[in-house]
């Protein structure tokens, strides 16, 4: 974490990391906040995974693009729902996207979470910053709430 955010790009290393995480979330080989994320893209509608990690605590369970606006956050925006699924289970989720004061302390949680490790350099907000730094931040991360879920077993 720092001042100087990184730009985000989608390597041919990063899509090899996804495939072997995703392959482990798939099998239920990760922990319970991690999940594959499927949306259907907003042009060409064809099904898109990646892994994400969710936020959950008592204000509610939230999905965080900490990479900016990624084509995932493009195409929740568009549908409003998408599919998480963790080993064997898929939910159907529906999200809104919530507002800059709402998703600072959602924020503040996930670059406090070993994860930041990965993600800290794309965040200017340290772990300790004072919660209107990650006011600031939620326009280069969108936070999305899950309102409501169906978990089904395959």
């Known amino acids: 974490m720092g001042n100087d955010t990184s730009h985000f790009r ?17 099998y239920g080989v ?15 509608g064809f099904l898109r995974t990646t ?3 969710l936020v959950e605590n008592e204000q509610g369970r939230f999905l965080v693009a900490p990479y900016g606006e990624v084509d995932w956050v ?6 409003r729902y998408a599919t998480l699924r963790h080993g064997g289970w898929i939910e159907l989720i529906s ?3 919530v507002d800059p004061e709402r998703a600072a302390p959602v924020l503040r949680e996930y670059v406090n979470h070993p994860r930041a490790a990965v993600v ?6 340290a772990p300790d910053s004072p919660l209107d730094r990650f006011v600031d931040e939620a326009a280069s991360h969108p936070v999305f709430e899950i309102v409501r879920s169906t978990t ?3």
């Open 74 to 79: 493009r195409n929740i925006r568009k549908d």
């Open 120 to 125: 800290g350099p794309y965040f200017t907000a």
């Open 10 to 26: 989608m390597t041919k290393l990063r899509r090899t990391a996804n495939a072997v995480i995703g392959g482990f979330i798939k």
């Open 152 to 154: 089904v077993r395959i």
């Open 30 to 44: 990760s922990p319970p906040d991690t999940q594959l994320l499927t949306t259907r893209g907003r042009k060409s």
């Open 95 to 97: 999200v809104v996207e």
């Open 51 to 53: 892994p994400v990690s």
